[in-house]
């Protein structure tokens, strides 16, 4: 009998199992591949844009080039004035070590391993300039003013390498983008802010990885993180692009700006538009229009003004806000950061804080066409105290204005800071029962104002129990009377010398730079300032701690002139008002009267009278290359030794000298600058015009300057 075995029927079903099982672990396996080299990327741009930000915002840079061997940005070694945003590219491009990079210049968004490093910031008033964008912002990299925003944005391709899905997906971008606030350098002494409390630092627009961008046939796509709709870009250079004319600031929405009004087309007023670029990169939903207005004053930089208030709701601080105009043109701006909570006191703060919350909508109204003030609160406020936010448009801006609440001064705007537009701020005590009118008057007559009650109809203060804080006191610089120290008699054109008293009444320390300014026969005395003559007497000073004081000596080289006797002497503590203090009227001091023997004057240096130009920067080594306003720089005849001509830099460090002719010998420049009694000195030996790169670097004390005036 033969036995016969069974077979089994599943012979085969652990191979077909596993085959089944393997795609998906092996695509599992893969992803994790893919999902771990996209975050390492991820995280490795994140880090190249935080220590781009973190060198931005000291305002230092390499005194060479430091982009001469990075193919893609070796073209920012022509202009000196991009050393610094060329530094920090630089020190992204560092920090993004471990990366492939794809260095070809043609090299596009699309490509794999692409990377761009882009750099923004605000200017002194407040317009965003940087990487890419169109003229005048554009498309150098801007690092920021001092105290202003910096956006360092670094963008990578991560190629896709798994064969599983890499013909799905070739490659995905991810970006890394850090807003930090500069800090005030430019001036020696700190680097920190320069009283009171710093301005906040914005949380970064879009954390974690951006979504990309949707491909699309266009060749070329430009080096950005999220490519800009055609609609934007202008075929044909537009007369006068949209740019804002202030800055943007959270929980007010105040937004103005500036660009062509007419349509000729159809004969009506433009429209614009205002996105919040940071989420809506595709532009998409508006969040506030504008309808543009004839600037009948002529006081912007075009024919037109519009003015919004944007919902407070739609932006937060360091969010990118943008502006698009029908012509094509579009001008982006940084969000600032405003002051959502007072400082904690015993009292009730809470409910002012509610109680001036601006109830525009979101659909702009136009602002008239003359000078116009709009004010928070707008129709009450509660007591003891309430934020006062003025902003003003359309005001001429070759005067300046003054602001008043009942009749008592509180703020003034110099004409050259206001540019037609402007905000203030301030915590006003206020008392029941009264009504407050806001006055905004410009010195050449033209004035608007704004009118609101206390206590606001129906609403009751609920008192709230608080522990009384320690607020230290804010910086208040005080100046003493000037005292002449030179021998009499005073002779007129001859060196004089002054000593004066300076004190900082409050508890919060002065960390960065000031000037002590002695005016001699001033034609105008404002209650906050005094403006600055064309031949200055000054002494920096680098910091004053809260309650201290110091003694200041200021020489007046050229002395008095002009043949009078009988002399008035002021001097002024933070005559350029760099100082945040809680008092702005306590920095000019009481006249000091000489008696003055007059003089011939002395021969007037004489006119150089060649065609060529010698200019530059001074610059200060502190913990790097900084630029120094009003260091005196001299230009000296090396073949006649003789002083030709001098110059004072501004506030970023620049000065010039024209018509300038050349010799064999050349010319040696000179810097020198005093801070409190401590002279600092650098020269260039030789220097042939033209020259338009004659820097010169600070870096030894001196005990005076080695130039005889």
């Not at 199992?17 to 599992?28: D, K, R, S, T, V």
């Not at 890419?132 to 912002?137: E, H, N, R």
């Not at 070739?170 to 020696?188: H, M, R």
């Not at 501004?650 to 000179?670: K, L, Q, T």
Request: negative net charge; hydrophobic residues 35%.
């Amino acid at each position: 009998m033969r036995l016969f075995k069974k077979q089994s029927r599943t012979k085969g079903q652990a191979l077909v199992e596993f085959a089944i099982i393997a795609a998906a672990l092996l695509m599992i396996i893969f992803l994790i591949i893919e999902a771990a080299r996209i975050l390492w990327a991820w995280g490795t741009v994140q880090n190249a844009a935080r220590a781009g930000a973190r060198y931005a915002i000291t305002g230092g840079f390499e005194r060479d080039c430091s982009t001469q061997d990075i193919p893609k940005y070796s073209d920012l070694c022509a202009d000196i004035d991009l050393r610094r945003p060329a530094s920090v590219i630089n020190k992204a491009h560092q920090n993004l070590a471990g990366l492939p990079l794809n260095e070809d210049v043609t090299s596009v968004f699309e490509d794999n391993e692409y990377y761009s490093i882009e750099v923004f910031g605000v200017d002194v008033l407040g317009q965003l300039k940087g990487s890419f964008l169109p003229a005048p912002y554009g498309p150098e990299p801007f690092a920021g003013a001092p105290n202003r925003p910096v956006i360092v944005r670094v963008t990578y391709r991560v190629p896709i390498i798994t064969p599983f899905f890499s013909p799905i997906l070739s490659s995905i971008p991810v970006f890394g983008q850090t807003t930090l606030y500069n800090e005030a350098f430019g001036q020696l002494g700190g680097t920190g802010q320069s009283a009171g409390a710093p301005p906040p630092v914005p949380p970064l627009p879009t954390p974690g990885v951006t979504p990309s961008p949707t491909p699309t046939s266009t060749p070329g796509a430009t080096p950005s993180s999220t490519p800009t709709p055609e609609s934007t870009i202008p075929n044909t250079p537009v007369p006068c692009p949209i740019r804002w004319t202030s800055s943007l600031v959270a929980d007010v929405g105040a937004a103005s700006v500036t660009g062509l009004y007419y349509n000729e087309s159809d004969g009506s007023n433009y429209t614009v538009n205002f996105y919040n670029y940071t989420l809506d990169p595709g532009l998409i939903s508006p969040i506030g229009t504008a309808t543009m207005l004839e600037d009948t004053g002529n006081v912007h930089a075009c024919p037109g003004i519009g003015n919004a208030i944007l919902p407070i709701t739609s932006a937060n601080t360091g969010h990118t806000i943008r502006v698009v105009h029908p012509d094509g043109t579009f001008a982006d701006i940084i969000v600032q950061g405003g002051t959502d909570t007072p400082t904690p006191t015993a009292t009730n703060t809470g409910i002012p804080t509610a109680a001036i919350t601006p109830t525009s909508a979101a659909t702009a109204t136009p602002t008239p066409r003359g000078p116009f003030i709009s004010v928070l609160p707008s129709s009450c406020a509660l007591a003891p105290t309430t934020e006062i936010f003025v902003s003003g448009v359309n005001w001429p801006d070759d005067e300046d204005i003054f602001i008043y609440v009942n009749g008592r001064l509180r703020e003034q705007i110099l004409s050259t800071t206001h540019h037609g537009t402007f905000t203030k701020q301030w915590v006003e005590a206020i008392d029941d029962g009264d009504t407050y009118q806001v006055l905004a008057v410009a010195s050449g007559g033209a004035e608007d104002s704004h009118t609101f009650v206390v206590p606001c109809a129906d609403i009751t203060p609920t008192p709230v129990t608080s522990t009384p804080t320690n607020t230290p006191i804010p910086a208040d610089l005080i100046i003493g009377n000037p005292v002449m120290i030179s021998t009499p008699p005073i002779v007129e054109y001859l060196p004089v010398q002054f000593q004066v008293p300076i004190t900082n009444d409050g508890e919060v320390d002065v960390n960065s730079q000031f000037f002590v300014d002695i005016f001699i026969d001033p034609p105008t005395i404002y209650p906050d300032h005094i403006p600055i003559p064309p031949h200055p007497a000054y002494s920096a000073v680098g910091s004053l701690s809260g309650g201290s004081s110091k003694v200041i000596t200021i020489t007046s080289e050229l002395g008095f002139t002009g043949g009078a006797t009988d002399r008035s002497v002021y001097s002024m503590v933070d005559s350029l008002q760099d100082v945040i203090e809680s008092s702005e009227t306590n920095n000019i001091s009481e006249v000091l009267n000489v008696v003055v023997t007059p003089a011939d004057p002395p021969e007037p240096t004489p006119t150089p009278d060649g065609f060529d130009t010698i200019s530059g920067r001074v610059r200060f080594l502190i913990s790097s290359w900084i630029p120094q306003q009003r260091a005196q720089v001299y230009l000296i005849n090396n073949t006649t030794v003789e002083t030709v001509s001098s110059a004072i830099t501004n506030e970023s460090g620049y000065f010039e000298f024209n018509n300038i002719s050349d010799n064999a010998d050349g010319y040696r420049a000179v810097a020198c600058f005093a801070i409190e009694g401590v002279v600092y000195v650098g020269s260039i030996p030789v220097v042939h015009p033209p020259n338009s790169f004659a820097s010169i670097f600070m870096t030894s004390p001196e005990a005076a300057c080695p130039v005889n005036n």
